[in-house]
């Protein structure tokens, strides 16, 4: 059977494969919801994915992220998500626009916090609490419920905006008796890449919130304190159409829990001018 054939039957297997766990994870979502009299108050939770571009494995887990991005499907929870692309991959035939050595280092620690003998893609992590196989929807929708039993302090985001040069400038404020360590990235909103080597070679592979840059900036920097994280290469970002996302959240530096997460979205200045990736 000529190879094409067959990549495009995978394909169509893997898309059957997430619209039916997912349809049946919306009815589970759905039915868990109606025993609720009045509705909660959504708490945030954070969904780390670690994929890549190189790994044939990934494409489900990169469309249950943006349909969980976009559907919101747990009353409970404000799902906020980060596509985390790791680097080890790139040696496949494909290298990774959006892969950063950063990444590799957070999941690395995540492999640690829960023992694992290595690490591997795809991968979700939610609120640094559980891990599981990224294309799992059935899991992830369990993980989201029972996140949002779990009341989170505010965090708040102030004076955000980004430069020209990409960097981003903004303060944030918690709670009293917020502890641990705050966290910063930003996202892109959505990517698209054409991938013309590797396991994915051929297909148009889609992307939504995707970290460029991430930096840990302490237990002190939620005082309302200027921050900046550096400018991040961020392909397309030009567009006003294509916002980018600021992330920030508070691990807690025994557990590694995410004990507090908050998002804001940022639009691109006219006057602002991103390199795209490999420039």
Not at 1 to 29: D, K, Y
């Amino acid at each position: 059977m000529p190879l094409i054939i067959v990549i495009r039957m995978r394909f169509v297997a893997w898309a059957f494969a997430v619209t039916l766990a997912w349809g049946c994870c919306l009815s589970f979502a759905r039915a868990g919801q109606a025993h609720s009299a009045t509705p909660a108050k959504r708490q945030p939770v954070l969904v780390e994915l670690f994929t890549s571009e190189g790994c044939s494995d990934c494409p489900p887990a990169d469309a249950l992220l943006a349909q969980i991005d976009s559907a919101q499907p747990v009353a409970g929870a404000d799902a906020i998500v980060l596509s985390e692309h790791v680097t080890y991959w790139n040696h496949e035939g494909w290298r990774d626009p959006f892969s950063l050595d950063t990444i590799d280092l957070r999941q690395q620690q995540y492999a640690r916090q829960f023992a694992l003998s290595d690490v591997y893609t795809p991968q979700i992590v939610v609120d640094g609490t559980e891990q599981f196989v990224g294309s799992d929807a059935a899991h992830l929708m369990r993980a989201l419920l029972k996140a949002a039993g779990t009341a989170k302090p505010d965090l708040s985001i102030a004076n955000a905006r980004l430069e020209p040069d990409g960097s981003v400038d903004f303060s944030v404020k918690a709670a009293a008796g917020v502890k641990g360590s705050l966290f910063a990235a930003l996202a892109e909103n959505a990517t698209t890449s054409i991938v013309a080597h590797g396991e994915n070679a051929g297909r148009t592979l889609h992307h939504v919130a995707v970290v460029r840059t991430i930096k840990e900036f302490g237990g002190k920097a939620i005082d309302g304190r200027q921050l900046r994280l550096p400018g991040a290469q961020l392909a397309g970002a030009d567009n006003s159409a294509n916002p980018l996302r600021l992330v920030v959240f508070m691990v807690n530096g025994s557990s590694g829990h995410v004990t507090a997460v908050a998002e804001e979205i940022l639009k691109t200045p006219a006057s602002t001018t991103i390199a795209q990736p490999g420039q």
